[in-house]
Structure formats: structure tokens, C-alpha cells
């Protein structure tokens, strides 16, 4: 499998291990990604904001989940416990997480 990440401050086509999911997760086979707008300034201006290692830009996801179905990945991960999220208002979670920051694909360090 491959992915784009920046390592060492360099934007390069890297080979990354097969992804497992953990509690709660599936693992969706990706058709396509979009590079957001909230990451051109980070592949633009690297040095201006703080990135995971690795990080790979592109958390608007589209693909396929192990039943066969496509299906379009929400990068917001909430926590599912908190006074916002039990009331239905999960996009305002304290504890708010984003794939390809907090919960970056694969976690390989470089």
C-alpha cells in the first residue's frame, strides 16, 4: 500500500504497512482523496503549523467498506461521551478528533 506523507519536511510517495482497524473502526479501501483547503496552507507553509510524523495531507476520503458498499469518510472523530455528544452535537466536542492529525492513518514514524 502506499500513501503520501510529508517526512523531514519533504512531500514523497511512501510505502505504508497494511491498515488495521481497532475497536469500533473499519477499514475502508480508498478510491479517492481531496486535498482540502485547510491543507493547502500546511503543504504550502510546513514550518508554520505543527504536523504529526508523518503526516499525510488529504483526510476527505472516499472508498470502499469490506461489505462492498461506497461509502464517504467524516474525518471528525468525537468522543461519543461528553454532554455535546450525547445531545447530538458531536461537531462540537471538546474532545474532537481529526484523521490525518490526531488520528493519523497508520501511525508510521519515519
Do not use: Q, Y
Amino acid at each position: 500500500m502506499k500513501a503520501w506523507e510529508i517526512c523531514n519536511d519533504d512531500l514523497r510517495l511512501h510505502d505504508v504497512g497494511t491498515a488495521h482497524s481497532r475497536e469500533g473502526e473499519t477499514v475502508v479501501r480508498v478510491s479517492h482523496v481531496g486535498i482540502c483547503g485547510s491543507d493547502l496552507p500546511k503543504l504550502l507553509r510546513p514550518n508554520s503549523f505543527p504536523l504529526p510524523a508523518p503526516w499525510r495531507p488529504g483526510h476527505e476520503i472516499v472508498g470502499i467498506d469490506p461489505t462492498g458498499r461506497a461509502v464517504a469518510v467524516d474525518p471528525l472523530v468525537p468522543c461519543g461521551n461528553c454532554p455535546r455528544c450525547t445531545t447530538g452535537d458531536t461537531h462540537l466536542c471538546a474532545g474532537l478528533r481529526r484523521l490525518g492529525w490526531e488520528r493519523a492513518p497508520g501511525a508510521r514514524r519515519c
